[in-house]
């Protein structure tokens, strides 16, 4: 073999190992690449996973805080239209027609003893007057007409010396006003509910 053949051999030797070196070099960057590809979309579908279980618990939290939130605001305005409801028969009790037996049953269960006076408030100046009282007075207790007023809709206080009490419309109110809102609320339809 010629000197030339020989290098023409050793030149093709080295061609075709270059190449086989440069096709392995290839194929080991594709499969680096593919594996590095895997990573990634391995490491992209867990942060999504993640992502979407994040919003997703978010999502049910702000439900329910907004479904609390609703309740809230349902209960307080069920609580304003009772008040409501409340403070409106107060007034109206005022202006009943019984009103003066209303009057008389709460002066005949004072348990005071001796002079009584009964504040009343401006608005009963011309129904409740010393001779109604005088009426209900007993030997145990008089009644006699205070001199001021409440600022209350209507009742009364009683006062005998150091003592008072107080039977105002509003107070009477507001001790059975707990009572109250539970019967009422009773009586208001409840959230998806419909009045027949």
């Not at 593919?34 to 990573?39: I, L, N, P, Q, Y």
């Given at each position: 073999m010629s000197l030339q053949a020989i290098l023409s051999k050793i030149e093709n030797d080295a061609k075709k190992?270059?190449?086989?070196?440069?096709?392995?070099?290839?194929?080991?960057?594709?499969?680096?690449?593919?594996?590095?590809?895997?990573?990634?979309k391995g490491r992209h579908h867990k942060d999504a996973e993640r992502i979407r279980n994040r919003t997703e618990a978010n999502a049910r939290q702000m439900k329910s805080h907004t479904i609390r939130e609703m309740e809230k605001a349902l209960l307080s305005h069920r609580r304003k239209i009772v008040d409501r409801v409340i403070s409106d028969s107060v007034r109206k009790i005022a202006s009943a027609p019984d009103y003066l037996d209303l009057m008389g049953a709460l002066l005949g269960e004072c348990d005071l003893q001796g002079t009584i006076e009964v504040v009343i408030c401006a608005g009963d100046a011309d129904r409740i007057t010393s001779a109604f009282l005088k009426k209900l007075s007993t030997d145990e207790r008089k009644f006699v007409l205070a001199e001021d007023n409440h600022n209350d809709h209507g009742g009364i206080l009683m006062r005998a010396g150091d003592i008072s009490l107080n039977a105002t419309l509003s107070m009477i109110s507001e001790l059975n006003h707990d009572g109250m809102v539970m019967e009422l609320s009773r009586l208001l339809p409840l959230e998806g509910q419909v009045e027949e």
């Open positions: 190992e270059a190449d086989e070196i440069i096709q392995s070099a290839r194929d080991e960057q594709k499969e680096a690449l593919h594996v590095v590809k895997s990573r990634i």
